[in-house]
Nanobody
Framework: QVRLVESGGGLVQPGGSLRLSCAAS????????MSWYRQAPGKEREWVAT???????NYADSVKGRFTISRGDARNTVYLQMNSLKPEDTAVYYC?????WGQGTQVTVSP
C-alpha cells in the first residue's frame, strides 16, 4: 500500500529556509517520478517541482533558483529544500506519486 508522509513545515521569516521531507512506503521512490505541489488559501493546488526516476528535475518558474528537489534512496524519502522564502510561498505543501497524495505540511512565511 502506497503511503506518503510529509514533514518539515513550519513558520519562517521572509528570506529564511526550510527543508520538507516526504517519507514514502509501499514502493521505491527511485522507480517513479515524485513531485511536490502546494495549495495556498483560496487558490488551486499548483505544481512546484518534480524529480524523475532517473533524477531529472523540473521546477515551476515561481520557485526556480530558490527550491531544490532531491531524494534519498536509502531512506526512500524525497526532499524539498526551500531557500529565500517569500510570503507568497505560504501554502500547504503536498508530496505526490501519481495517483497518491500525502496529507500535506503547512509552510507559513511571515515576519
Amino acid at each position: 500500500q502506497v503511503r506518503l508522509v510529509e514533514s518539515g513545515g513550519g513558520l519562517v521569516q521572509p528570506g529564511g529556509s526550510l527543508r520538507l521531507s516526504c517519507a514514502a512506503s509501499g514502493f521505491s521512490i527511485s522507480s517513479t517520478d515524485m513531485s511536490w505541489y502546494r495549495q495556498a488559501p483560496g487558490k488551486e493546488r499548483e505544481w512546484v517541482a518534480t524529480i524523475s526516476s532517473i533524477g531529472i528535475t523540473n521546477y515551476a518558474d515561481s520557485v526556480k533558483g530558490r527550491f531544490t528537489i532531491s531524494r534519498g534512496d536509502a531512506r526512500n524519502t524525497v526532499y524539498l529544500q526551500m531557500n529565500s522564502l517569500k510570503p507568497e510561498d505560504t501554502a500547504v505543501y503536498y508530496c505526490k506519486k501519481w495517483p497518491n497524495w500525502g496529507q500535506g505540511t503547512q509552510v507559513t512565511v511571515s515576519p
